[in-house]
């Protein structure tokens, strides 16, 4: 396997996780939204910014004032239309899906014939059915089946794709781009429900959230057999509950598991190294709710400077790998 071959299958498992959390993420904030208090300032922009967007820009596009009440269904529209069908939106579900199949395209020699057809049947139904949406119900509906059928493209490669570099690198794709999406959640989370202070954040419990990710019955049982008791929340299960395989710790461990078989994985293993020190260096629970909010900056900013080292090093290196 080529270089360029490598690089397309390190995309393609970041573009099916991609799917998937943004599917996730659509149903989690329709949960937020109906939970929260009617003055809470949390809202359908927010999606956006996830995303690493500018909200109030984008909706200028779509001629909409972010901060007009009276325009609140258009917003929601507006931020659905660019999040899942608008084939021009960099982060739309049917970009998504468009680039994960172009990379499967590329490197179909490599892919299971099992996999290979359920990416079809995903990019077909994906294609077809986000063209228009019709209401919150629907929506809601799609966003499950999606994130469904994605999971039906993991247990294709689960079964059948032979354990070597192109798996690695699949994988390592993959928890790469939970852990950045992960983080940008709780970020985000933290900055819409909390103000910022020096002091102590109160508990976090994002049902919600946990609903979307599928963690509300291991949270429950972190809960009741965490060391620290009451004093553990929601914040410190994703970051640094590593028996959760959507918890960041989870992500990073998996990504070192897997670079370890790939060439020049020296430089990688390092970075994940100083991520997982940023987590470990003190307990989460001491954090405030800034400083909480800067520790997760500095492990979303090493996310990127660690996909910057795989794609700049470790798959531009001109040389063969074996499936």
């Not at 995903?122 to 929506?139: E, I, K, P, T």
């Not at 059948?160 to 690198?169: E, I, K, N, Q």
């Not at 979307?212 to 004093?231: I, K, Q, R």
């Not at 790939?262 to 100083?274: G, K, M, R």
Request: hydrophobic share 40%; proline share 3%.
């Amino acid at each position: 396997m080529l270089a360029r071959s490598g690089e397309n299958i390190f995309w393609l498992g970041r573009y099916l996780e991609r799917l998937d959390d943004t599917a996730r993420l659509v149903n989690a904030t329709s949960h937020l939204l109906i939970d929260s208090h009617k003055d809470t300032e949390f809202g359908w922009p927010v999606l956006l910014d996830v995303m690493g967007l500018d909200s109030s820009h984008i909706l200028m596009e779509y001629g909409l004032d972010p901060k007009d009440a009276s325009q609140l269904a258009h917003i929601e529209q507006a931020v659905m239309q660019h999040l899942i069908s608008n084939v021009e939106s960099p982060i739309s579900i049917r970009t998504a899906c468009s680039q994960l199949k172009f990379n499967a395209r590329t490197i179909r020699q490599l892919l299971p014939r099992d996999m290979w057809e359920e990416l079809n049947k995903l990019d077909s139904f994906v294609q077809q059915q986000c063209q228009a949406l019709n209401g919150r119900q629907q929506r809601y509906q799609l966003m499950t089946e999606i994130s469904r059928r994605c999971q039906m493209v993991l247990g294709s490669v689960d079964s059948v794709m032979l354990r070597g570099d192109a798996f690695d690198l699949f994988t390592v794709g993959r928890h790469l781009e939970r852990a950045d999406m992960v983080t940008r959640i709780m970020d985000v989370m933290v900055l819409q429900t909390l103000q910022p202070s020096l002091l102590k954040r109160p508990r976090f419990r994002w049902i919600s959230i946990l609903n979307a990710l599928g963690g509300v019955e291991s949270y429950h049982y972190y809960l009741a057999n965490n060391a620290t008791g009451a004093e553990a929340d929601a914040i410190d299960y994703l970051l640094s509950y590593a028996d959760f395989p959507r918890s960041v710790s989870y992500c990073l461990n998996r990504v070192a598991a897997s670079a370890k078989g790939l060439p020049d994985s020296a430089a990688t293993l390092q970075h994940v190294q100083q991520l997982q020190a940023l987590i470990n260096q003190q307990p989460l629970t001491d954090l405030s709710t800034a400083q909480l909010h800067e520790l997760i900056d500095q492990i979303q900013a090493g996310i990127i400077h660690l996909h910057q080292v795989l794609v700049g090093v470790s798959l531009s290196e001109q040389q063969a790998l074996t499936a």
